[in-house]
């Protein structure tokens, strides 16, 4: 009786023993499989970061296609401030110095009879407080629609929001001499609805880097970008003061048709190389596509 029951309790140890081997078994085929696969489908960073896109234009064809849209995105700030001080800086030679209108006697007579250089010509005779208000109406505009930026552009894409509102500033900027010689208020208004559109820029443009640039790169893609606004202000102050003292199209108006047209020009190119984010850009490569929206964190949901 007794060796029977040893018999079934050591049966029953072997099956006992048979049963953890082949869990042991399938354990160790399961973790392999999943090692298999993250291989497989975790590809390294810097396979994605030594593939350029096939962007097509020019140099864009060996950048990758976030750092094509930063580039771009640059130069929209650069014409974005170029388009905001122009007129600091013009309104020096449009308008007629108070001291110059006020004057009743030659200050320096022996000074304009040695000088060789013609007499300037001031079209506009407006007090300074009309200048202020001229100055100050871009502001006006500017702080009425930055705060609402970051939602249209969620809502309409950021692509159109940055890129749209520099060109509509663009025109405008076109049309600021013509305004100015009718009448100031006109001028004023001009100003204020370039200060409209560009106030969702830098919203807008925080809404694209949220879909565009990889939370490592975030401390230096975006603020690289955005240094187009000081490169645009210590672009654009000597080169009206140059293009307004040498004549250039007129004088003062350069200002306005240069930068104008620059950004005109700027708008065209962004169409081709703006996209709101990877999934939309149709020469961005794959690994690239793959490495932004691995590493780019989702939006939480509302």
């Known amino acids: 009786m007794m060796n029977k029951q040893t018999i079934d309790t050591s049966s ?48 864009c064809s060996k950048l990758h296609a976030r750092y094509t849209v930063a580039i ?3 130069f929209g700030f650069f014409c974005l401030y170029a388009m905001r001080v122009n007129l600091s800086v013009a309104i020096v030679a ?18 304009e009879k040695n000088s060789t250089k013609p007499p300037t010509k001031y079209e506009f005779d407006w007090d300074p407080s009309k200048e202020g208000i001229i100055l100050g109406a871009f502001f006006y505009g500017y702080t009425a629609t930055q705060v609402i930026g970051g939602n249209l552009a969620e809502k309409f ?7 749209g509102g520099i060109f509509i500033a663009s025109i405008l ?20 609805i370039i200060g409209m559109a560009s106030g969702p820029a830098f919203p807008s443009a925080a809404a694209l880097w949220g879909k565009w640039v990889p939370t490592s790169e975030r401390s230096t893609v975006p603020p690289a970008a955005q240094t ?11 080169l009206v003061s140059i293009m307004t003292e040498n004549g250039f199209i007129g004088g003062w108006p350069s200002a306005f048709y240069v930068f104008g047209i620059a950004s005109c020009i700027w708008f065209i190119c962004w169409c081709f190389f703006g996209f709101n984010s990877p999934n939309e850009h149709p020469r961005i490569s794959n690994k690239e596509r793959l490495f932004l929206n691995k590493h780019i964190p989702p939006r939480p949901s509302k």
Request: some cysteine.
């Open 72 to 74: 771009w995105a640059f």
């Open 173 to 192: 900027t076109l049309l600021t001499p013509v305004a100015a010689r009718i009448h100031y208020k006109l001028l004023i208004a001009i100003r204020v």
């Open 12 to 59: 029953s140890e072997q099956q006992y023993n048979r049963i953890i081997v082949d869990a042991s078994e399938d354990s160790a085929t399961i973790s392999s499989t999943i090692n298999t696969t993250e291989i497989e489908t975790d590809p390294l960073l810097d396979e994605y970061q030594v593939e350029p896109s096939s962007a097509g234009f020019f140099l």
């Open 94 to 111: 449009m308008v007629a110095p108070q001291s110059t209108l006020n004057q009743s006697v030659e200050a320096c007579p022996a000074a």
């Open 157 to 163: 894409g950021a692509k159109w929001i940055f890129g």
């Open 228 to 238: 187009g606004t000081s490169i645009g202000i210590i672009f654009t102050t000597p």
